[in-house]
């Protein structure tokens, strides 16, 4: 087969399809991935062919996150983000479709490539790593996390799936007028979906249809890596270390990392900035700055994984088998938080604008229990059965 991916996020979002990809191109088949340009590094490494899309996803996040964490604030953002980058989506997307059997589509640029594999009449998939499909099993994962009757759930996922359609819907239709392409008056329906989420984490919901999937984490073996001189290092000079990292996220307190590493004292700290930069004041020696390095390398070596709860995140570090302190920032991290939670393998969410010694000193106290710990281990040894990759190309060549 000849297919296309599709799909517009951070890191989180096209580096489980850049897997997806390279375990198609693996069984035989030609793909070509079109996502952020910033994100495409592992796309690279990896051999996937690929193109970047139009934008800038450091830019959108930081004017999504500075428009609040609510849905009316969320779609206002997203509306801005499709009027500024629908119609070049498009064009880019329609011109790569050109050919293709099918279109794997996902992330913000999802309608683009159900419009694109529409017009060419050719199939499409949705992929992604948050559960978007109706179900009474949980809420949205974009709603707020308070109580819901089973009964009104499916009708939440709707609510969501209505303001993002909302958002989009205009300049998605202008860029299909040009095409000569009708209009769409409403979202696509009866879509597979196929998700790289572990139904260790969140098992399968029994009123969804057959050809939604759990398929496993979208991740490879790790590949051969050789650390800087200076981290091994570190890892060799002590106990395993705690890992903090917020990845992707921006936006929040900058007095949030010094609390943090003060708290951690004088526990050995992995620190990854990332865009939330690093602190002002000088680090102890106790603190090592990371560069960008493999979570499947990385934390396997750590004790204890403490991040904003983004599904990729969420998911490498309880395939490693270790606890995480989970602070939540804004969309689907509140939901992955919660997961933890319940499975025992995390404390309460933290909140970054609530946070004092007592709260931290109580969380890391949790993860380093000892009955935490052995939850998360064997967590960790149920998903080391999975095959989410194999799983997914297997269901893309059954459809």
């Known amino acids: ?3 296309l991916a599709v799909t517009y996020g951070t890191e989180g979002d096209t580096r489980p399809l850049v897997m997806l990809c390279r375990g198609l191109l693996d069984a035989g088949h030609q793909v070509q991935l079109l996502a952020e340009a910033a994100t495409l590094s592992s796309a690279a490494a990896l051999g996937v062919p690929h193109a970047a899309l139009a934008g800038d996803i450091h830019d ?7 428009r609040g964490n609510s849905i009316a604030a969320a779609s206002r953002g997203l509306a801005r983000m499709a009027r500024h980058h629908t119609g070049a989506w498009m ?3 329609d011109a790569a479709a050109a050919g293709c059997d099918a279109v794997l589509t996902g992330g913000l640029a999802a309608l683009v490539g159900l419009s694109v594999a529409e017009r060419h009449g050719i199939g499409a998939i949705g ?3 948050i559960p978007l499909t109706p179900t009474r099993a949980f809420a949205s994962p974009f709603l707020p996390p308070v109580p819901m009757p089973a009964v009104v759930r499916p009708l939440g996922y709707r609510l969501v799936n209505h303001a993002v359609w909302r958002s989009f819907r205009g300049p998605l239709n202008a860029a299909r007028a040009r095409r000569g392409q009708p209009p769409r008056r409403h979202l696509w329906q009866d879509l597979p979906m196929l998700y790289g989420i572990s ?9 969804w249809p057959a050809d939604h999937r759990l ?9 051969p890596w050789t650390p800087p001189p200076a981290l091994q290092a570190f890892l060799d000079a002590g106990p395993p270390p705690v890992y903090l990292g917020f990845g992707s996220m921006t936006g929040f307190d900058a007095s949030v990392l010094p ?4 708290a951690l004292a004088p526990r050995r700290v992995l620190l990854f900035a990332g865009w939330a930069g690093l602190p002002q004041a000088a680090l102890a020696d106790n603190v090592f700055v990371l560069d960008p390095t493999p979570h499947e390398w990385l934390f396997p070596r750590c004790a204890l994984v403490i991040h904003h709860g983004g599904s990729g995140t969420t998911h490498s570090a309880c395939h490693a088998g270790v606890p ?5 920032l804004a969309a689907d991290q509140f939901f992955w938080a919660r997961r933890l939670q319940r499975l025992g393998v995390a404390p309460a969410p933290l909140r970054a604008r609530r946070l004092d010694a007592p709260t931290l000193a109580a969380a890391v106290a949790f993860a380093e229990d000892p009955r935490t710990q052995a939850r998360a281990a064997a967590l960790g040894a149920a998903m080391a059965g999975e095959d989410g990759v194999a799983d997914a190309v297997a269901a893309i060549e059954a459809m």
């Open 1 to 3: 087969m000849r297919l």
């Open 60 to 66: 959108e996040v930081v004017a999504l996150v500075g």
């Open 91 to 93: 064009d880019q997307a």
């Open 127 to 129: 992929t992604g790593m």
């Open 199 to 207: 139904p260790q984490l969140l098992p399968t919901p029994p009123d």
């Open 215 to 223: 398929c496993g984490q979208w991740r490879r073996p790790p590949l």
């Open 259 to 262: 609390t943090l590493l003060q």
């Open 324 to 328: 995480s302190l989970v602070m939540p």
